[in-house]
């Protein structure tokens, strides 16, 4: 299950939404803190078991895992040991939510351990503190300038798809702005002219590609057409028609196709009208 955001609650979560991946085998529970978290304005996921969660957390890149220990199919202390073989999962913060496992709090592998009955207070205060300690964004740099041409901004986080793919882009004359995460590419569409076209990764740190589309829907504003390149399985949900999803490695061919038809179609979009006094 997935929670949208209603409303930014603090400032910090004005300017970056947070992926929470909510893993118990309590329904009743995992449920009630799904909805606390979304009600709070962040953006939530919950997994039954730690095989589940496993899965969601490749998919989709969460940036906080609240992990019970008590749990059938694969339980919190397997999670923790599959984790530790997996480079990436491994730079996600655990933090242990149980009535044990006290003791697990003091680990290298787990940032922290909040005891079961958990109320909404403890928890939001908890995340808080933790947003508190993420390291401040840096703004993504401007644009390479081809005056004129069509503006791209490409959201990815690794350097080799994100090379591979400003290079097809420019060879066909766009202009193309970089974003490693949600959170820049957010930086950039307050600081800079709006794109014709978003590129956008889903599996992503700071800010996820899924993360991201919800905050673009928040900033409101004419559409921006986006085409998503991803390895993440379709049935975790794409955030655009399944028309504008290609899978990696990209087919550069069928990339620039596609580039150019959602371009044009913009481009030939009727404005806005603007009324002058």
């Given amino acids: 299950m997935s929670v949208t955001p209603s409303r930014p609650r603090t400032a910090e979560l004005e300017a970056s939404t947070l992926d929470v991946l909510v893993v118990d085998d309590d329904d009743a529970f995992r449920e009630s803190l799904l909805e606390s978290l979304g009600r709070a304005g962040f953006v939530a996921i919950g997994a039954a078991n730690g095989a589940e969660a496993l899965q969601l957390a490749r998919d989709r890149s969460p940036r906080l895992v609240l992990l019970d220990l008590q749990m059938p199919v694969l339980n919190g202390w397997q ?22 496992g006290t003791e697990l709090a003091g680990r290298g592998d787990v940032d922290g351990h909040l005891e079961k009955p958990l109320g909404d207070e403890a928890l939001l205060a908890f995340l808080d503190d933790f947003l508190a300690r993420l390291p401040a964004a840096q703004p993504p740099p401007p644009p390479v300038s081809i005056e004129g041409s069509p503006l791209i901004l ?73 085409v998503v390149i991803t390895a993440a399985e379709p049935y975790w949900g794409y955030p655009v028609p399944a028309s504008q999803v290609m899978r990696k490695p990209l087919h550069a061919e069928t990339f620039l196709a596609l580039m150019k038809t959602l371009v044009l179609g913009a481009q030939a979009s009727p404005q806005p009208a603007t009324h002058q006094s």
Avoid at 79 to 100: C, G, H, N, Q, T
Avoid at 171 to 183: F, I, N, P, T
């Fill in 79 to 100: 999670f923790l040991e599959r984790r530790r073989s997996d480079r990436r999962l491994a730079k996600i913060p655990v933090v242990i939510v149980s009535a044990f």
């Fill in 154 to 226: 490409v959201v990815e986080d690794d350097e080799d798809t994100r090379i591979s793919v400003v290079e097809l882009l420019q060879e066909q004359g766009y202009r193309v702005a970089l974003a490693k995460d949600g959170q820049e590419a957010e930086w950039f569409l307050h600081s800079h002219t709006r794109p014709d076209c978003i590129v956008l990764d889903l599996w992503m740190p700071v800010m996820n590609g899924w993360s991201f589309t919800s905050r673009l829907r928040q900033l409101g504003g004419p559409p921006i057409p986006m």
